[in-house]
């Protein structure tokens, strides 16, 4: 029994899901550091910031990167810091309390430098810029999970803000890249760990709540103020009150959708033109009121018109009216998470740079690109048909 009480103390333990971000050539912080150490809340430590400097002084100096002397000037660099000061006194040590790690890291602007070099110029310097420094809003962390993380991993979004209510379950690790560690961990802290650890001076509010009609207006208007908003939310009327705030502070909605394999990218420019129709008038005339009531079969008959059923895949066809008999709910695939993830992060960027954009949907079909003779008449015609029986199904 011992055994069994004992772990149950242990998995009540709460854990910190914000990174401690320590300055050693500041008195405070280093004795925060003693302490921690004197504690044993540190048990793993990682310090490749010889390496980094490396690197640092490479991205600064890419002329030299193929002279002969490259190797020797590098050294002289790194050796000049260290005669400044120890270099354990040099940029910045990052304590990860949820795995008791500590990490040696350069100062903000020298690891941002260092982390997007291999972006340029795919991206350029002032393309990264803003997309870095905007602030970005993600409500739903399945999808929105994937897409905080190619996000970050492209360099921006400095400031975001994440809002779920769920947890992660079992079932949900087959679309959200997240460990079983993880399990019972609500999203938004799952989320925002994984962000952090990619990049330690982001800045993150967490809405562990999800969003609701009293909480919507801080979510947009709060500062900072959101420069853009990610919509992965399953709830209908939420997404009423996503588009109304959009709408209000003039600002673009980006949303996926997986289908199948596939994914749908829908884009609505209330930033352009506030009197874009919700949803591009897909829905019709829709308000939180009417969809706050409207039962599962309301619900799935509404999604189903705003995906359209003739973009939906036969898979999927056949999946919806298996739910609640053989399968839970509407079939999901991570990779289709991960591909919407890329092609959200892909709008979100374009758009804070003012670039050109589709300003209303697109279809990004594996099946088509990569299927022999998926447009040859015999598979369009039994499309076709099973897009009329699956109509049947919802009565459209």
Same mark, same amino acid.
């Given at each position: ?11 009540? @333990? ?12 500041? =008195?405070? =912080? ?9 504690? =044993? ?28 002397? +490259? ?6 660099? /790194? ?16 304590? +990860? ?5 500590? *990490? ?18 795919? /991206? ?5 810029? !803003? ?19 190619? @996000? *970050? ?50 800045? @993150? ?22 420069? /853009?908003? @990610? ?58 009121? !009417?969809? /706050? ?34 399968? *839970? ?18 709008? *979100? ?48």
């Amino acid at each position: 029994m011992e055994i069994e009480k004992t772990l149950l103390e242990k998995s009540k @333990i709460p854990s910190s899901s914000k990174p401690d971000i320590l300055d050693l050539s500041l =008195d405070a =912080d280093s004795e925060k550091l003693h302490k921690l150490l004197a504690d =044993d809340e540190i048990t793993h430590v990682v310090d490749d910031y010889q390496e980094q400097l490396r690197e640092l002084f490479a991205v600064k100096n890419p002329s030299k990167v193929f002279a002969p002397t +490259f190797k020797e000037e590098t050294e002289n660099f /790194i050796s000049n810091l260290a005669k400044e000061k120890d270099l354990s006194r040099h940029g910045k040590w990052v304590y +990860f309390p949820w795995i008791s790690t500590l *990490v040696h890291i350069l100062d903000e602007t020298d690891f941002q430098l260092v982390r997007t070099a291999r972006n340029k110029n795919l /991206i350029n310097a002032e393309e990264q810029e !803003k997309f870095y420094n905007a602030t970005i809003g993600i409500g739903g962390l399945s999808v929105g999970n994937s897409v905080a993380l190619a @996000i *970050v991993l492209q360099g921006g979004g400095k400031r975001i803000k994440l809002a779920d209510f769920d947890a992660l379950a079992l079932t949900n690790t087959n679309r959200v890249r997240a460990g079983v560690e993880n399990l019972g961990v609500r999203k938004v802290e799952v989320t925002a760990r994984q962000i952090y650890q990619i990049n330690p001076y982001t800045e @993150i509010e967490l809405f562990p709540e999800g969003l609701t009609k009293e909480n919507i207006s801080q979510f947009f208007s709060g500062s900072p103020k959101l420069d /853009i908003v @990610i919509d992965e939310l399953d709830n209908l009327a939420v997404k009423v009150l996503i588009r109304e705030e959009a709408k209000k502070n003039r600002i673009a909605v980006v949303m996926a959708a997986d289908n199948g394999d596939n994914g749908l990218v829908d884009i609505e420019r209330y930033d352009l033109n506030p009197e874009t129709p919700f949803f591009h008038g897909r829905m019709g005339d829709v308000s939180y009121e !009417k969809l /706050i009531g409207l039962d599962k079969m309301g619900i799935g008959k509404l999604i189903v018109t705003h995906i359209g059923p003739e973009t939906v895949t036969n898979r999927v066809h056949e999946s919806m009216p298996q739910i609640g008999r053989t399968i *839970v709910s509407w079939p999901q695939l991570g990779g289709a998470a991960l591909l919407n993830g890329s092609a959200v992060a892909y709008c *979100v960027r374009k758009i804070l740079n003012g670039q050109p954009l589709e300003n209303n949907r697109a279809l990004i079909s594996l099946d088509e690109k990569l299927i022999p003779n998926y447009n040859s008449p015999e598979e369009i015609e039994k499309r076709k048909v099973s897009t009329e029986n699956f109509k049947k199904i919802f009565g459209l």
